[in-house]
C-alpha cells in the first residue's frame, strides 16, 4: 500500500523521539517511513546505522541534543534538555506530521495551519509512573534519586502543559488509551501496532525446552523476577536483548540463565520456534515479541496488565499471570512447558494484528486528520 496516494499529495514530516536501535517504536516507524516514502524524519537523535535502511535512507533531521558529548551512550542522561530541543524543529512546510511519541516529541510546535497526529507509544513513564523504577535510591542511589525528583516531577508537568499541541492521539492499546485520558485529559482512537506475520511463522524445529525472553534490559521489564522465577521451576532460561540493567541480571542469574545480547531477526525467530514458551513478566504498554512469537506459534507467559490483556488469549495462546511474584510466574513457566498448546489456534490469533491491517487503520486516521477542518481536536 502507497501511502501516498491515499492523501493527495500532502507533504507529511514524521517524527520520532531518537533513533537509537530497532525496538517496538522503531518498527512501527519502519512501516510509516514504507507507508509515505518522501516523507522527512525528525528526531532528537540519531545514532547511524542504528536503524533499519528504508529510515536511514531519508532525510533526518536533528536536534542539537545530536552535538552534545557522547551522545550515542548518554542520550538519555540528557533528558532535561528535550523539552527546549523539540520546540527547535522547523515544521514550516509540511501539511501533517506524524509523531511517534515516548518521551518529548509528540510536544513539538507546529504551524497554525499544519495538523499534528500523535501515534503515542506510551506517555513519558519515568516522569508519570515509574521514577522509582528508573530513578529510585536503589537504582540510582539516594541523593541523586532525591536530586531527580523534582526534575522529573517538572518534566511531567511540562508534558502535561503540552499535551494540547497534537490535535489528535492515537494509542497503541486500550491500555495506552486509559493512559492518555489519565494524564492528558485527551481521547484516543486504538490501533495495535504491526506484527511481521510474513516474516514471523511456524516452522519444524526441535523444541529445546527453554524459556524465552525478548526484551530491553530495563528496570520496568521485570526481567529480575524472571530470572528468579525460572530457577525455582526448574527451566532454562535464555534472554535477547541489551540494556542498562544488564550487569545488574547477570550477577543474579545462576548457570541455567544465558544472556545472548543483541541477535539478527532471523536468529529471534530461531529462537521462538524452538522455545517452549516466550516470557513477559513486566507490565507492557504493548507487547511485540509476545505477538511476534505466537506468529511462530508459540505460547506467551505474561503479567495479567497492561498490554498483554490484549495480545493474549488466557489458556490458549499462552497463560496471564495474575500477580507479579516468583512463586506465581514459577508456576505458569511449568505450566507452559507441560500444556499441548495448539501452534495453529496461536498463529491465527496473531495473524489478526498484521501489518496490512495496520497500513489500512493508519491511513484511514491519516485521511480523516487531513479532511478535519484546521484546529479540529479528537
Known amino acids: 500500500m502507497n501511502g501516498t496516494s491515499r492523501v493527495s499529495g500532502a507533504r507529511i514530516a514524521l517524527a520520532h523521539d531518537w533513533l537509537t536501535g530497532m525496538r517496538g517504536g522503531e518498527r512501527v516507524l519502519e512501516v510509516l517511513c514504507q507507508l509515505y516514502p518522501r516523507a522527512e524524519l525528525f528526531t532528537l537523535v540519531h545514532v ?9 535512507g531519508r532525510t533526518v533531521h536533528r536536534s542539537f541534543v545530536q552535538r552534545l558529548p557522547n551522545v550515542q551512550r548518554w542520550y538519555r542522561h540528557y533528558l ?4 527546549t530541543a523539540v520546540e527547535q524543529f522547523d515544521l514550516d512546510q ?3 506530521v506524524i509523531s511517534t511519541s515516548h518521551c518529548a516529541i509528540k510536544s513539538l510546535v507546529t504551524p497554525g495551519r499544519v495538523r499534528h497526529l500523535c501515534y503515542c507509544l506510551t506517555p513519558m513513564r519515568y516522569a508519570w509512573d515509574q521514577f522509582d523504577a528508573y530513578f529510585g535510591p536503589d537504582r540510582v542511589g539516594r541523593w541523586p534519586s532525591r536530586l531527580l525528583k523534582p526534575v522529573l516531577s517538572h518534566l511531567a508537568r511540562w508534558d502535561r502543559d503540552t499535551a494540547a499541541r497534537a490535535d489528535r492521539y492515537v ?4 491500555h495506552v488509551a486509559q493512559r492518555i485520558a489519565r494524564y492528558y485529559n485527551r481521547r484516543a482512537s486504538v490501533v495495535h501496532p504491526p506484527v511481521d506475520t510474513r516474516f514471523y511463522h511456524p516452522a519444524t524445529l526441535a523444541d529445546d525446552h527453554f524459556l524465552l525472553i525478548v526484551s530491553a534490559l530495563v528496570p520496568y521489564k521485570r526481567i529480575d523476577v524472571a530470572i528468579r522465577a525460572s530457577r525455582m521451576a526448574g527451566v532454562p532460561l535464555k534472554i535477547v536483548g541489551v540494556g542498562p540493567e544488564r550487569a545488574r541480571l547477570q550477577e543474579q542469574a545462576g548457570p541455567t540463565v544465558e544472556f545472548l545480547g543483541n541477535r539478527s531477526d532471523e536468529e529471534v525467530r530461531d ?13 507492557e504498554d504493548f507487547g511485540i515479541a509476545p505477538l511476534e512469537a505466537q506468529a511462530c506459534g508459540r505460547p ?3 503479567l495479567a496488565r497492561g498490554g498483554a490483556l490484549e495480545t493474549v488469549v488466557d489458556g490458549t495462546t499462552g497463560l496471564l499471570v495474575g500477580d507479579l511474584s516468583d512463586e506465581a510466574l514459577a508456576t505458569a513457566m511449568r505450566d507452559a512447558v507441560a500444556t499441548p498448546f495448539d501452534p495453529a489456534v496461536i498463529r491465527r490469533h496473531a495473524e489478526r494484528f498484521g501489518r496490512d491491517r495496520f497500513e489500512a487503520e493508519m491511513a484511514a486516521c491519516v485521511e480523516e486528520t487531513l479532511a478535519a477542518p484546521v484546529g479540529t481536536r479528537w
Open 300 to 302: 506467551v507467559v505474561a
Open 171 to 174: 494509542a497503541i492499546s486500550q
Open 48 to 56: 547511524n546505522g542504528s536503524v533499519a535502511s528504508s529510515i536511514e
Open 80 to 83: 532535561p534538555l528535550y523539552p
Open 94 to 96: 509540511v501539511d501533517l
Open 271 to 283: 529462537l521462538y520456534r524452538r522455545s517452549a514458551a516466550l516470557v513477559m513478566p513486566g507490565e
